[in-house]
T-cell receptor, first 115, second 115 residues
Framework: QQQVKQSPQSLIVQKGGISIINCAYENTAFDYFPWYQQFPGKGPALLIAIRPDVSEKKEGRFTISFNKSAKQFSLHIMDSQPGDSATYFCAASYTSASGTYKYIFGTGTRLKVLA | DAGVIQSPRHEVTEMGQEVTLRCKPISGHNSLFWYRQTMMRGLELLIYFNNNVPIDDSGMPEDRFSAKMPNASFSTLKIQPSEPRDSAVYFC?????????????FGDGTRLSIL
């Protein structure tokens, strides 16, 4: 119930191509879905996020597509660049009755963009 | 602006020793999170503080793990006694206002190796 399933585990894309990472969840109480980007030796950093009342959000080359009925969301990286090579984590958050919240992270996707 | 500061960056110690990891959150942030990252289990939330008070410690794996936040600018995660299976990268993150739509800012982590 609390899991967020992420796929693929790793992804190799040519420069200029589209990278697509998918996540699925079960808990309908999740109400916020961020994506984090992590470079080697660094902590994850927020990339883009979406709420379930929106089906798509775009920021530059990064787009989140959200399918509430299917309980799935995905990250699309357009015109992928070698500098995008990193590990990407999806996450889902729910807020408890007491107002506290926490993120449940996916297992990560290691993206390599070939020059 | 200074980000989340963690120390040490690397720690190598022998099984059975006490390990203390330190974190200084971003000034003004009132939520602090400790995560553990491994290849097998990904990014796991260990404990979460709000206004220096532990809110959710359900992710703390065993009694050997303890965390404190004596003030708004400092937190520790202690493992005593340490075991080889505790080897991982430990991240601290902070966010403002305790709202899920506020990004969590991660430190660069402590890479812990227990021999």
């Amino acid at each position: 119930q609390q899991q967020v399933k992420q796929s693929p585990q790793s992804l190799i894309v040519q420069k200029g191509g589209i990278s697509i990472i998918n996540c699925a969840y079960e808990n309908t109480a999740f109400d916020y879905f961020p994506w984090y980007q992590q470079f080697p030796g660094k902590g994850p950093a927020l990339l883009i996020a979406i709420r379930p009342d929106v089906s798509e959000k775009k920021e530059g080359r990064f787009t989140i597509s959200f399918n509430k009925s299917a309980k799935q969301f995905s990250l699309h990286i357009m015109d992928s660049q070698p500098g995008d090579s990193a590990t990407y984590f999806c996450a889902a958050s729910y807020t408890s009755a007491s107002g506290t919240y926490k993120y449940i992270f996916g297992t990560g996707t290691r993206l390599k963009v070939l020059a | 602006d200074a980000g989340v500061i963690q120390s040490p960056r690397h720690e190598v110690t022998e099984m059975g020793q006490e390990v203390t990891l330190r974190c200084k959150p971003i000034s003004g942030h009132n939520s602090l999170f400790w995560y553990r990252q491994t290849m097998m289990r990904g990014l796991e939330l260990l404990i979460y503080f709000n206004n220096n008070v532990p809110i959710d410690d359900s992710g703390m794996p065993e009694d050997r793990f303890s965390a404190k936040m004596p003030n708004a600018s400092f937190s520790t995660l202690k493992i005593q006694p340490s075991e080889p299976r505790d080897s991982a990268v430990y991240f601290c993150a902070s966010s403002s206002r305790g709202q899920p739509n506020q990004p969590q800012h991660f430190g660069d982590g402590t890479r812990l190796s227990i021999l």
